[in-house]
T-cell receptor
Framework: GAGVSQTPSNKVTEKGKYVELRCDPI?????LYWYRQSLGQGPEFLIYFQGTGAADDSGLPNDRFFAVRPEGSVSTLKIQRTERGDSAVYLC????????????FGEGSRLTVL | GQQLNQSPQSMFIQEGEDVSMNCTSS?????WLWYKQEPGEGPVLLIALYKAGELTSNGRLTAQFGITRKDSFLNISASIPSDVGIYFCAGTMDSNYQLIWGAGTKLIIKP
């Protein structure tokens, strides 16, 4: 498809488990962002990739969270030892150019940690 | 934490009414953006503003970048049922590319 694709759309896991969330950005978009959105809130920045490198990972809440983008296209957000507080919708967005803000978002991956 | 104050939190309006919402901050922003999010979807960009005083329209939507660079508003004229959703303002400060988001304005249209 032409848009940002995220999988899975829904993930239910148990506390302590490992989770991977995948994002396939719009073809040709060099910038890729991960956000986390809790109910009733705006998205919260997690990490920004420009190409293959993480240009800014200051939004990752702790070292249980990690993201990669090995070939500058698809990205995977990895969460280790999940906690109930990690439950949220994880949004991926991509953009073609600066300035930021003209982001194209996927539909999100809803993570529920029981 | 969020540095944008978005109001109102929710709006109940009749179809055909005009709508106005705004975002304010104590900090100066370089970019203001307005997004709309519907249930189960990611936010969709409506309008992007890059200069203080800029007034931009997108169909029935009009947004302005405040002169002080600390606020922005979004107006929707003659609302229709498909306008329902949550509208978010977002912006960037200094040269930072990180978007800072408001908490959203939920628009509900009364039948």
């Amino acid at each position: 498809g032409a848009g940002v694709s995220q999988t899975p759309s829904n993930k239910v896991t148990e506390k302590g488990k490992y989770v991977e969330l995948r994002c396939d950005p719009i073809s040709g978009h060099t910038a890729l962002y991960w956000y986390r959105q809790s109910l009733g809130q705006g998205p919260e920045f997690l990490i920004y990739f420009q190409g293959t490198g993480a240009a800014d990972d200051s939004g990752l809440p702790n070292d249980r969270f990690f993201a990669v983008r090995p070939e500058g296209s698809v990205s995977t957000l990895k969460i280790q030892r999940t906690e109930r507080g990690d439950s949220a919708v994880y949004l991926c967005a991509s953009s073609l150019r600066d300035p930021p803000g003209e982001l194209f978002f996927g539909e999100g991956s809803r993570l529920t940690v029981l | 934490g969020q540095q944008l104050n978005q109001s109102p939190q929710s709006m109940f309006i009749q179809e055909g009414e005009d709508v106005s919402m705004n975002c304010t901050s104590s900090s100066i922003f370089n970019t203001w953006l307005w997004y709309k999010q519907e249930p189960g979807e990611g936010p969709v960009l409506l309008i992007a503003l890059y200069k203080a005083g800029e007034l931009t329209s997108n169909g029935r939507l009009t947004a302005q970048f405040g002169i002080t660079r600390k606020d922005s508003f979004l107006n929707i004229s003659a609302s229709i049922p498909s306008d329902v959703g949550i509208y978010f303002c977002a912006g960037t400060m200094d040269s930072n590319y990180q978007l800072i988001w408001g908490a959203g304005t939920k628009l509900i249209i009364k039948p």
